[in-house]
């Protein structure tokens, strides 16, 4: 099958040593992001991209490596929801509430890695999932006219916002402020000069990069110094692990939860405004209705960490689909994926695959290779990456922060985008304060450009009848879900939230609500 | 009462960029609908979202007090002038002074501030340039 022969020419190319040393620095790097409370995988992405970048790697390492982080994030996440009650990131929330009561009875070790099979399982499957669905949808893609591809943007700023959202006028406003920042610069079209007050440093536009790390790293920093008091309160006491490996009897206990999570988390992932953190909890909550029978779930019940973290893992698998085949990230992690590949100077959608084969298949041969690396990291080392929570923010934060300066010294050496880049980090917490959603920002800073591109271009094929823009079925089918997408959160929202939340009513507040 | 302020921030915002495209000077070879329509449709979104914020104003977040927020402004004071100082002192010495910076604010006692800011200059340095090869800033002691 045509499939299979794209893949093993994709496992030629990632087998190579290079790529596997970059994998497994990434699968590692990754874990202890994702471990480490405040460093989730979109701000652990978005730190590394400069250097990936100056460093001159070629795009499939560059790709390799920073698709590792992502992943190996995802398995990172758990560790501080198991041993600490506190999530790593937004789709381990749910892992909390069964990780940390079986952490309490003495059963950490077990907890962490009957997850971590479930981790692999689910990003197994889902990358299997990816393998095959990817290609069906490039098909659709190439379908896809100009107005189509603005309909398509809409969408995805419209859905961005997620089932969960909680104020779509603040998406909205996210999003707008992003693609007004994209527009800043010179017009490719009719090259005039927009919105650059005569600043020359502007005329090439504000770097998208620039605006990532400002936002997704230095605003954590910001956030931090401002809550380091209660932060400091709390001591962590060392918490026995106990056996580090689960029994046969446990894995096959859980084998049919982790299955039908996956599927739950892979289809998830690939709707838009879903992504991993619903992903997780509709994982969670359909097992719970399903196999609870004796009401053990929260208490500690081994299924109960198995499902969210197969869930949220299959939807990091599934978010990718989207992301690849039509260059239209679904997440805030996807999102900054696809800022690594218009780093790379590479725009994902349909012709990725037929223009880039060799970066596709590699990088999804990559996938299955690093969540082998991952499973054979996280089950005997992940004493190690628990001993990563250890690490004082008052320590870490200023690294953070010393980090993303030299990235993005690195690509412009210019003090002025270094200023500019602290200028977003205080707009990051401002908007945070204020529960406006970065994703939305930073999606319209990546996508601005293109999205104005194929309005244009098919108000010009259509000599400015803005008929064109509903022309056809596909079109009209595509703004009905960006509408419906919009809606919906209205209505269900405040439902679909204090279910979320209600599980966690006794939780110390985190810093990591983000 | 934050969103109020906010949405009336929102708002002019979107009216001044509004304003700064109109301004923008046409070129005679303009396509069909030139380099103005998509910033006046992303004011639009701006500008309805910013209404929406002063009419449903959403619960109040919990502001830092006084002490708090100088401490944010004064870390991003101590930040803008890293970049400034930068090409002037060289990547090492700024950068023990903004790590020991931030890493005393967040708690730290002053001589371990010094110490992790000293370890994190030199730590960056070695991966970064002595490992990696990247351009860091030079200062005029060349490192």
Known sequence: MDVFASLSDGFLIALSWENLMFALLGCFLGT?????????????????????FTLGLAPTPALILLTSVYYGAMYGGRVSSILLNIPGDEPALMT????????????????????????????????????????QLVKVALLFGPAEYFALFTLAFATLGGLSSKNQAKSAFAAALGLAFATVGMDDQTGVARFTFGEVHLFDGIDFLVVIVGMFALSEVFIFLEHHKASDLKHVEPIKIGRITPSWALIKYCTPTMLRTTGLGFIAGVLPGAGASLGSFIAYSMEKRLVDKKGTFGKGDPRGVAAPEAGNNAAA?????????????????????????????ITPGPLLFTQNPDVVWGLIAALFIGNVMLLILNIPMVGLFTRVLLIPPRVLMPIV????FVGIYGVSGS?????????????GWALRKLDVPLVPVVLGTLLGYAMEVNLRRALTISDGDYGVLVGSPLAIGLWTVAILGFVFPIIFGPMLRSRMHAGRATDPKDLTDE | ????????????????????????????????????????LIATVMGLASLFFMLRPDEEPVWPGFGKLFEIIMAAVVMLFYAQLLPV?????????????????????????????VLTAFGIYTVFRLILGLSLARGPLGF
């Open chain 1, 401 to 404: 922060a010393m980090i993303s």
């Open chain 1, 32 to 52: 202890i992001m994702g471990a480490l409370p405040g460093l989730g995988p979109s701000n652990g992405v978005a730190i590394l991209i400069p250097l990936a």
């Open chain 2, 1 to 40: 009462m934050s969103d109020r302020i906010f949405g009336a921030i929102g708002l002019a915002i979107a009216l001044i960029y509004v304003w700064q495209a109109s301004t923008i000077e046409e070129s005679f070879m303009s396509d069909v609908i030139g380099p103005k329509l998509f910033p006046y």
């Open chain 1, 415 to 427: 003090t002025f985008d270094l200023m500019v880049m602290v200028i977003f980090g205080v707009l």
């Open chain 2, 89 to 117: 002192l060289g990547f090492v010495i700024s950068t023990i002074f903004a790590t020991a910076y931030l890493s005393w604010r967040l708690g730290s006692t002053p001589i371990m501030s010094l110490v992790s800011g």
């Open chain 1, 317 to 345: 698998g599934g978010a990718l689909v989207p992301m690849l085949a039509l260059g239209v990230p679904g997440s805030g992690t996807t999102a900054v994926l696809l800022a690594v590949l218009l780093a790379m100077n």
């Open chain 1, 96 to 135: 909390c509430l069964d990780g940390y009561p079986m952490a309490q009875a003495g059963r950490a070790g077990e907890a962490l890695a009957i997850s971590g099979i479930a981790s692999f399982v689910g990003a197994f499957i889902a990358t299997w999932g990816l393998v095959f669905l990817a290609p």
